[in-house]
């Protein structure tokens, strides 16, 4: 009886430490990729989408994506290269390169919505 007793003793430890590993690993938001200053740079501009222009901008050491008229929010990157997060607003932004490696566009994705802008 007293090995059954430890035995299940051993089994509700170890199971309530890995309840509350998973909480807490759940808990943290994986930080998001930095961004090379280089390739802050490339993004930097303006572009037609043909409804208004779209701005991205750096202040305040973040990167800013506006829709004229539309208002503006902050984008960062995930791991896939030249594919941002459109923070609060469960979009995408992606930038888009030319045989020269050159961004040529941009392409925003919003709920279920596709905007796209040339380079201006």
């Known amino acids: 009886i007293f090995m059954k007793s430890l035995l299940c003793t051993f089994m509700v430890a170890l199971f309530l430490t890995a309840a509350t590993a998973s909480a807490q690993t759940d808990k943290t938001p994986a930080p998001a990729p930095t961004l090379d200053s280089a390739v802050v740079k490339d993004y930097l501009g303006k572009f037609d989408a043909g409804i208004g222009t779209i701005t991205i901008t750096w202040d305040n050491n973040k990167l800013n994506c506006e829709l004229e ?52």
Do not use: C, W
């Open 69 to 120: 008229g539309k208002g503006s929010a902050e984008i960062i990157a995930t791991t896939t290269p030249d594919v941002l997060t459109i923070v609060g607003y469960g979009g995408t932004i992606s930038f888009l390169r030319d045989e020269k490696k050159k961004i040529n566009k941009v392409l925003i994705e919003v709920q279920g919505q596709a905007i796209e802008g040339v380079r201006l």
